[in-house]
Every structure is written in structure tokens, then in C-alpha cells.
């Protein structure tokens, strides 16, 4: 027999499922709604640290929608133990409840306990992402265009950094109307800022195979497609039109190749390729996954010129070195 603070506490919880999550049904198995509230305890203190707000928060969720006292108290005395094994037990392959649909939930209710201290710390958002893409099967666009599961162990998509300074390496070979090759090596001091939307590298290039040297400064200009290349040593500069724009983050089209070790013993690092489609371009780009997203490698198939072009990146700094990279120089103010 149900009493009036019974039905009470059902209506409140009923309300708060359809208003907040969009489902009719409550969560009853305790089970199912334990391991829910223990993600977001394992989210909030991802920083290393469940403050009192953040458990209270938590708690207080637990309760609107229905929690018993057994969840309840269990939460009170909760005591981390770390994602590893939530991650399993979230897994979308495993069949949870959530794992279907409570990704939006997640991010939701992730960030809201996360942030009950008034501090959200990086490594709580990174909780929260790492937490929904165990439980979201991602879907993307391959070529044929038909919708495709991402593999059970696909890492999650990233962003590069805004701004960003290295040492680049490239390789590149192109074939000419008259049906020859031209070939080179360069490397470069190089600089992006996507907030400026500009690229500036500075280096030297090499013709292959007769070891041609040049002096060479390129700045791309992202907002107006423009390319600018001065052969430093002729102080002559000429313009062009950027055959594709770069990226800044892994699209949700880009199909996951592999990843890749690199470094050894305890000085290790994972890089992660994968396949991104643009326009009559193919690009194979390999981003670490370390939390930066740096842009380690990438190989660029054009059809329209002939053309390959493969990059490394080495020596990586999280500022511009040398700002001065992007100023285009008197001899492009009348390039054509």
C-alpha cells in the first residue's frame, strides 16, 4: 500500500524523467540507476577530489528521481575507484540501458556535478566525454555513403590546438601538365593560430633529385583561401589559391584507420590515424591522444593536380615563437 508521500515522490521523479530526459518510464532496477549515479561520482571526482558540494549534488539527483535509501546511503559513503571498470560496465557493446540513451544525459548531468563546487577541472570534462563515448555507438559517413558502427575500440575524435608552434618535415610529389614529376623535401619552423586564421612557415626546401636548395617562407591565410610562397633567396612572392582548407578538428565523416605507438619504455605516446574525405582529396591524419590532439602526421592524396604530400611534425610548443611568422612582406603586396 502506497502512502501520499509515496506517490509524491513518484510524481516528482516522473516529472524530472520526462522533463529533463525525454523518457516516460522511470528507472526502477536499482542496479541500472546505482551505476549511473556512481559514473557521475567517478566524473565529479575525476580532478582527484569529490568535494561535499559535488557528492551533495549528486545525492540530491539521486533523490528527485526516485533513488532508494539503500542508493542514498551507498552514495553518502562512496569512496572513488576510478573509470576502468566503469568504462566496461558503461560500454554500449555490453548492453546497458544507458548505453543507448544516456549519453546526452551524461554530458548533462556530468557537467552539472561536476561543477557543483563552482571548479570544473579538465580532467572532469575529460571524464564526462570518455564516459559518453563508452556508451554512444558513433555512426559515421564512409565514402559510399552508407551509415557504418565505428569499431568497439575507436578512440574519440579531437581538436587540434588553436595555437601552436613546431619543427615540420614534408615530402612531396606532384605531377606537371607535360607529364613529368616534381619532387622535394623540406623542412620548416612552423606556426598555426585558427584564431588569427593563419599558417607561416619558414625553412628550406630541397629539389629531388639534384638537391636544388631554397629558402622558402609560405603564409596561408584561412580566411581568404590565399597562399602566399616567397623564395626568400629572389625576393619574389607568389600567390595562390589554397587547393582545400585545413582542418581543425577529426570530422564526424572521418573513418578511423589505426593507431600507433610512438617512443619507447616509459616515454610513450599514442597517435591515432584516420581517414578524412574532402572534396578530391583523401587525407590520412594521425593526431595524438594524449589530451592535445597534436597533429603528428599526415598524407594527402590530390586527383586534381596529381599530387602527394606527407608531413611530420616534431618539437612541438603550445605558442606562437615568433609572431612576426605571419606578416606578409612588401614583395606580396602586388603578387597576382
Given amino acids: 500500500m502506497s502512502t501520499a508521500s509515496d506517490d509524491r515522490i513518484v510524481a516528482v521523479a516522473r516529472w524530472v524523467y520526462?522533463?529533463?530526459?525525454?523518457?516516460d518510464q522511470l528507472v526502477t532496477k536499482t542496479v541500472v540507476l546505482r551505476n549511473y549515479l556512481v559514473a557521475l561520482m567517478e566524473v565529479?571526482?575525476?580532478?582527484g577530489v569529490l568535494s561535499e558540494p559535488e557528492r551533495q549534488w549528486i545525492i540530491g539527483l539521486a533523490t528527485i528521481v526516485g533513488a532508494p535509501q539503500v542508493i542514498l546511503d551507498d552514495l553518502q559513503n562512496y569512496q572513488l575507484k576510478g573509470m576502468n571498470e566503469l568504462l566496461k560496465v558503461f560500454h554500449v557493446e555490453g548492453g546497458h540501458p544507458h548505453g543507448k540513451y544516456g549519453g546526452?544525459?551524461?554530458?548533462y548531468d556530468g557537467f552539472k556535478a561536476a561543477g557543483a563546487d563552482d571548479e570544473l577541472h579538465p580532467k572532469?570534462?575529460?571524464a564526462i566525454y570518455a564516459l559518453v563515448f563508452?556508451?554512444?555507438?558513433?555512426?559515421?559517413?564512409?565514402?559510399n555513403g552508407k551509415p557504418t558502427t565505428s569499431?568497439?575500440?575507436e578512440p574519440e575524435r579531437c581538436c587540434i590546438p588553436t595555437q601552436f608552434s613546431s619543427q615540420l618535415s614534408t615530402s612531396t610529389g606532384m605531377l606537371l601538365p607535360d607529364g613529368t614529376t616534381s619532387t622535394a623535401y623540406a623542412y620548416y619552423n612552423f606556426s598555426y593560430d585558427s584564431d588569427l586564421g593563419l599558417v607561416g612557415m619558414k625553412g628550406i626546401s630541397f629539389s629531388v633529385?639534384?638537391?636544388?636548395?631554397?629558402?622558402?617562407?609560405?603564409?596561408?591565410n584561412m580566411n581568404d583561401?590565399?597562399?602566399?610562397a616567397i623564395d626568400e633567396d629572389a625576393k619574389i612572392c607568389y600567390k595562390s589559391t589554397m587547393p582545400i582548407k585545413p582542418i581543425h578538428c577529426i570530422p564526424d565523416t572521418a573513418t578511423y584507420v589505426h593507431s600507433f605507438t610512438y617512443g619507447y619504455g616509459d616515454k610513450k605516446i599514442i597517435g591515432d590515424t584516420w581517414r578524412i574525405q574532402k572534396d578530391e582529396a583523401v587525407d590520412y591524419v594521425t593526431v595524438s591522444r594524449d589530451g592535445r590532439c597534436i597533429l603528428l602526421t599526415d598524407s594527402t592524396f590530390f586527383q586534381n593536380p596529381a599530387l602527394v604530400d606527407a608531413m611530420t611534425t616534431t618539437d612541438f610548443v603550445p605558442q606562437i615563437d615568433d609572431p612576426s611568422i605571419f606578416d606578409i612582406p612588401p614583395e606580396c603586396k602586388n603578387a597576382v
Avoid: C, M, R
Fill in 209 to 220: 633529385p639534384d638537391q636544388q636548395k631554397s629558402n622558402v617562407w609560405i603564409i596561408e
Fill in 104 to 107: 546526452l544525459a551524461l554530458i
Fill in 124 to 126: 572532469e570534462v575529460e
Fill in 151 to 153: 569499431l568497439k575500440d
Fill in 225 to 228: 583561401g590565399q597562399i602566399y
Fill in 44 to 47: 565529479a571526482g575525476a580532478d
Fill in 18 to 23: 520526462k522533463e529533463h530526459y525525454g523518457v
Fill in 134 to 143: 563508452a556508451t554512444v555507438a558513433i555512426f559515421t559517413t564512409v565514402l
